[in-house]
């Protein structure tokens, strides 16, 4: 039997985050995480082709990297291979709204940055390898029961741990979250999101490029390779998000290489030339999901396991990201106070602190997602009209941009 202040489950890009952050400000803390930390830290191989990337990625904003940074992960993650971006074009397929979202205007070095998750998963974990909390790898959690005014978790190897605040990172399926009884609110968009790496004939110009369609946004993502490894093409690799209904999506998954190319390059009205290259192609179906609740005595969700929302602004690992530095904020305060970690009025102040602007961002998403899937002339003139107008309104506009980018 071990005895904790904090159990992290599941040591994703979130939860690891947590766990670092914890133990830093001195709490007994476990990370439960089902694969081997000597595969998470493996180096990765040089890229030199489409196949060569990881196909899931993630936009960090400014303010998820200063978290990042503030726990010494960024440092490392940044030693390969990463692309910051310094503009957003984003346009009406149906239309011709377009509005176009840059760093100069906003006298930052970039908006954001596109990283592989498994470089970011690498890093982190490099971090809790030379930390001192206590990584049990290579587990799952059987059973979760509650011990008094704690918790006991039982491991796949039949060890026991006790502690006094069970944090649930762990996905969407969130067993934690399952256990603990706490109720979602979730439903199906009948979408399904294509992901894929390609190389394009023109330079992605360091933009992230997004086409809102009727039947689905279509993102392309700039990659760049290891530093030292760009050659001639360096800036010519994307990391596509493409979100279709579900018959579409499949026929689109149904194609062949070179079909699946030039309907890619039509898609994004051949803004970086033509596809040349495309990898492995990936889906995986929308499901928007939000607990009622993220927290009880004892026990709290962050991440996916609290929330997930449809991919078309990218945001996820960004809310992500937000409850963490939330959650860390106030187990400060507790530690300081020599306070438990599992105290409701702590956790409770940290879901007043998150809920608000988790629900506010997937209430946004969820209304651009309704606004471009309808047709009617008359919405495509509110669509075409207010992004033109906000585009010439620089103020406002920058204001918007600078609200994602937390700063």
């Avoid at 904003?61 to 503009?87: F, I, K, M, N």
């Avoid at 390779?225 to 493409?242: A, K, N, Y």
């Avoid at 602004?313 to 904020?329: R, W």
């Avoid at 106030?330 to 879901?351: K, M, V």
Wanted: proline fraction near 5%; glycine fraction near 10%; charged fraction near 20%.
């Amino acid at each position: 039997m071990s005895d904790f202040d904090i159990v992290v489950v599941g040591g994703g890009m979130t939860g690891s985050a947590l766990a670092l952050g914890a133990a830093e400000q001195g709490w007994r803390v476990a990370l439960v995480e089902s694969a081997p930390v000597a595969k998470l830290v493996a180096p990765p191989e040089p890229a030199h082709t489409v196949d060569d990337f990881e196909p899931r990625v993630s936009a960090i904003s400014v303010s998820s990297q200063r978290l990042l940074e503030d726990l010494g992960v960024w440092q490392r993650a940044t030693q390969s291979r990463h692309c910051p971006y310094t503009a957003m074009d984003v346009w009406d397929g149906e239309a011709i709204g377009r509005i176009r979202f840059d760093a100069a205007e906003l006298g930052v070095p970039a908006l954001g940055t596109i990283i592989e998750n498994r470089h970011l998963v690498r890093s982190l974990f490099e971090a809790v390898r030379d930390s001192d909390l206590t990584c049990l790898d290579g587990q799952s959690v059987d059973a979760l029961e509650q011990a008094g005014e704690g918790w006991q978790l039982t491991l796949s190897s039949g060890e026991k741990l006790t502690t006094s605040l069970v944090v649930g990172a762990d996905g969407g399926h969130s067993r934690i979250r399952q256990w603990a009884g706490l109720p979602t609110r979730e439903w199906d968009y009948d979408q399904e999101a294509i992901v894929c790496t390609v190389q394009t004939g023109h330079s992605h110009q360091h933009t992230a490029w997004q086409r809102f369609t009727a039947s689905g946004p279509l993102a392309f993502l700039p990659l760049q390779p290891d530093p030292g490894e760009e050659g001639e093409q360096g800036d010519r690799f994307c990391s596509i998000v493409w979100s279709q209904d579900t018959p579409e999506a499949h026929r689109l998954l149904a194609l062949d290489g070179n079909a699946f190319m030039s309907e890619l390059t039509a898609a994004l009205e051949g803004r970086l030339g033509p596809v040349e290259a495309v990898s492995r192609r990936f889906s995986f179906p929308l499901r928007q999901r939000h607990s009622k609740q993220y927290v009880q005595p004892g026990l709290a969700l962050v991440g996916d396991a609290a929330h997930t929302i449809h991919p078309l602004a990218g945001q996820g690992a960004n809310l992500g990201y937000g409850d963490v530095s939330a959650l860390l904020a106030e187990l400060e305060t507790a530690f300081q106070r020599g306070q438990s970690p599992g105290d409701l009025l702590l956790l409770q102040r940290y879901q007043r602190r998150r809920k608000g602007e988790n629900l506010a961002m997937m209430a946004a998403m969820e209304g651009f997602k309704q606004l471009f899937a309808r047709d009617e002339l008359p919405l495509k003139w509110l669509r075409s009209t207010g992004m033109r107008w906000l585009d010439r309104a620089t103020p406002l506009k920058n204001r918007v941009a600078a609200e994602a980018m937390g700063l």
